[in-house]
């Protein structure tokens, strides 16, 4: 109720300040949107038949949020974040209902393009975020959709990012950063030009002691990129290294928080460790005004450690009798290297055709992945404060080999029918072969070879009905593949403990995704802009991780799933004033009849059936259905900026509570205040305080057995008590910091 009072009011208090006409020009946006993985001439947003968003280097320094994905989640419609981890480096980034997450178990459906090369990684299409050097970002485009041009996982959308160059980018940038909880953080990047070549560099570290306990991260990341231009050819050779440290602690039992404080964490350690070398050579060259050709060759490797702190039930193998249960601590490790190479190259014409003006692009690209996956278990005892402490030696628990080889070829052809009226067909063919092999010697069970191929098919249309408003709409079908760690947990008989045990399991079905969009946009009075979607994807054989308790479970197949929705924004510009509305509906629901595991069944408590009932129209959990976000700047002087945001996400249902007959998390509301005061010219200082109210908010929930008792500690001879899980949101956060820039060279033209 306090966050609907509070949107309320401030929604009523900026209406107010906003008059009834007169608005100035906002700041521009770019004009050109990549709609293909590999840049090419690039379409006029108005052509384009789908609501795509864009974020700018620009707008990523100005508002000075603390990651990619916060900035996505304050901006960019239908984007909600889920803190699963607690760490604003591991969220789970929702996007209409369909989800980029770091970890596995999460049903990915997003893809995530870095220049051109697909950033998922080869074992379960994971997105690591921490890895996507946000200081080099110069665009990111948010194309909605299930787009068959961005091949396999591309079931809700396509997220598109491009780098800058020394040549669009030349000069120094230099920011530093301290805040609360001990964050430290410091950012250089330099870029420049010298005849035919040009040079860019950028490097970030990052550190905090975190708001939970025992909640340390840093993280080090170094973009470089090398370029090389004349008037018709352009190579640029980038490489990425990082290096983190990610602790995130996960959901916690609400008794916990209740009595020790929202800090609290229920085990630990949960620490990730990745590394990552990431190559690309990208080229390109035009042939007259009208050819383009483009493509890159890119080579990645990323190797990842993890260290987890678990407590398990020991049923003594009485499932019926808890007078002889007992909690265990569990320690694991899993070592993950990963290694894909690939290549793509596309061909784009803009000629006539039959004296209407027509823009044809066809690429191809393969990807070939291999990952070697170990996993190690010690067993432990708990500490005082519910950490695991090994006692043994790590024992071999799986060692895997999974390799992927991906390919797909695509056509793109954009016609304008007359000046105002464009059409845009498109399609792809995709092919996934998936090989397994057990490395251990001792699971030969695990062998198997997977193929899975699709043809997609899209078509959309863009009408420009006036200078001031654009009617569109489009039909696309998406596919993916199951993936390697996605085929070796698929056994209801046998589930895996993510992410370490695998057995050999029943195959999977490729999930297909059909979908439509309609919308508008358009202008009001002056530059008041506005934008209206309403979009439906409906899947069949979606995949979904099947809890069956604890963070045991399996990968399966389910009948149909969907996400439909609306998308409502409103942006503009008064005299000092501007402001970004926006409204999301997500209405993701199952739309067949399962009987799914219930995670906290047990035979000794009558009270928890065996099975999850889920009807037609149950929604599935952890998406909100509502979401509100707004913006507002004000420009006290040429050089003092003030600034403040506002996102509101509505309720939700736990995991665990797919069948919708239990309570939801409640709504949130957060306020966010920043400021920024130029000093001199280059030099400016800024602050940024989040969670001004200090609000007590849960972005997830699920349902599981606690495994302490009421002192904190493991609990013997009975059942522990089901209770919500939650994963509590960060409290009030303060970060100060200055900004230099000193411009060297104008940009190249």
Same mark, same amino acid.
């Given at each position: 109720m306090r966050g609907r009072v509070l949107v309320r009011q401030l929604a009523l208090a900026l209406a107010g300040a906003l008059p009834d006409a007169g608005l100035a020009q906002p700041s521009p946006r770019p004009e050109v949107v990549d709609t293909t993985p590999v840049p090419g001439l690039g379409t006029p947003r108005d052509e384009v038949p789908s609501n795509v968003q864009t974020v700018t280097d620009e707008e990523l320094e100005h508002q000075q949020s603390s990651t990619l994905t916060d900035h996505l989640n304050e901006n960019v419609g239908s984007v909600t974040v889920n803190e699963a981890q607690s760490n604003a480096f591991q969220p789970d980034v929702l996007y209409r209902g369909f989800v980029a997450s770091p970890l596995l178990g999460n049903p990915i459906g997003l893809s995530v393009y870095l220049d051109g090369v697909r950033v998922n990684e080869q074992f379960g299409d994971t997105v690591n975020w921490d890895l996507i050097p946000t200081s080099a970002l110069s665009t990111l485009h948010v194309i909605p959709g299930s787009n068959p041009v961005f091949g396999s996982n591309t079931l809700g959308g396509a997220l598109v990012a491009r780098t800058r160059s020394g040549d669009t980018d030349p000069g120094l940038r230099a920011e530093a950063q301290l805040g609360s909880f001990d964050r430290q953080r410091l950012e250089l990047a330099q870029g420049g030009y010298l005849g035919p070549f040009d040079a860019f560099v950028a490097g970030e570290l990052f550190s905090e002691g975190g708001w939970r306990e025992h909640s340390p991260s840093r993280v080090r990341r170094l973009f470089s990129k090398l370029g090389w231009d004349d008037e018709a050819t352009d190579v640029d050779l980038s490489y990425t290294w990082a290096h983190n440290d990610l602790v995130g602690n996960g959901l916690a039992p609400e008794s916990i928080l209740e009595r020790e404080g929202r800090d609290a964490i229920y085990t630990f350690p949960d620490e990730t460790s990745p590394t990552l070398h990431f190559w690309n050579l990208q080229a390109s060259r035009r042939f007259g005004e009208d050819w383009l050709l483009s493509g890159n060759l890119h080579h990645r490797r990323l190797r990842v450690g993890t260290w987890n702190g678990d407590a398990e039930f020991d049923d003594a193998g009485t499932p019926a009798d808890p007078s002889d249960d007992a909690v265990e601590a569990e320690k694991r490790r899993t070592r993950t290297h990963t290694r894909v190479s690939g290549a793509s190259a596309q061909l784009t014409r803009r000629h006539g055709l039959a004296g209407l003006e027509n823009r044809v692009? =066809? !690429? =191809?690209?393969? /990807?070939?992945? *291999?990952? *070697?996956?170990? %996993?190690?278990?010690? =067993? @432990?005892?708990? #500490? /005082?404060?519910? !950490?695991? *402490?090994? #006692? !043994? +030696? &790590?024992?071999?628990a799986t060692d895997l080999t999974g390799r992927t080889r991906n390919w797909g070829i695509y056509v793109v052809d954009e016609l304008a029918l007359s000046p105002r009226f464009h059409v845009t067909a498109s399609a792809r063919y995709s092919v996934a072969r998936v090989e397994l092999e057990d490395e251990s010697g001792s699971e030969p069970e695990l062998d198997g070879e997977h193929r899975f191929g699709r043809l997609a098919p899209a078509l959309g249309a863009s009408w420009a009905v006036t200078p001031a408003l654009t009617l569109y709409g489009g039909y696309s079908e998406g596919f993916r593949a199951p993936t390697p760690v996605e085929l070796t947990c698929a056994d209801p008989e046998d589930p895996c403990t993510l992410p370490v045990g695998f057995v050999a399991d029943p195959p999977l079905d490729e999930v297909v995704a059909r979908g439509f969009e309609l919308g508008a946009r358009g202008r009001l009075v002056g530059a008041l802009g506005w934008e209206a979607t309403f979009y439906r994807t409906d899947l069949d054989d979606d995949i979904l991780f099947i809890a069956t308790g604890g963070s045991r479970g399996f990968f399966a197949n389910v009948g149909e799933t969907r996400r439909q929705g609306a998308e409502l924004a409103l942006s503009g510009q008064w005299k000092r004033l501007s402001f970004l509305a926006g409204y999301a509906w997500v209405d993701a629901t199952f739309q067949s009849s399962e009987a799914l595991f219930n995670p906290v069944s047990n035979p000794a408590d009558p009270a928890q059936p065996a099975t999850i009932d889920v009807r037609p129209g149950d929604r599935l959990p952890g998406i909100p259905r509502h979401s509100f976000k707004l913006g507002a700047e004000y420009r006290v002087g040429e050089d003092f900026v003030l600034g403040a945001h506002l996102?509101? =996400?509505? %309720?939700? &249902?736990? *995991? !665990? +509570?797919? /069948?919708?007959? @239990?309570p939801k998390l409640d709504d949130r509301a957060i306020l966010d205040l920043r400021a920024e005061y130029r000093v001199s010219p280059g030099v400016s200082l800024f602050a940024r305080l989040d969670n001004v109210f200090d609000s007590e908010t849960e972005t997830l929930g699920a349902w599981n057995r606690n495994a302490f008792d009421a002192e904190g500690l493991p609990i013997a001879g009975e059942l522990g008590a089901v209770e919500r899980f939650v994963s509590p949101g960060a409290p009030r956060t303060l970060f100060v910091g200055v900004r230099i820039e000193l411009a060297t060279q104008p940009p190249r033209q």
């Open positions: 692009s =066809a !690429g =191809a690209t393969v /990807d070939l992945g *291999r990952s *070697r996956f170990e %996993s190690f278990e010690q =067993a @432990g005892e708990f #500490t /005082d404060e519910r !950490g695991v *402490r090994g #006692t !043994g +030696d &790590f024992e071999l996102l509101w =996400a509505g %309720s939700q &249902f736990m *995991r !665990g +509570d797919e /069948d919708n007959s @239990g």
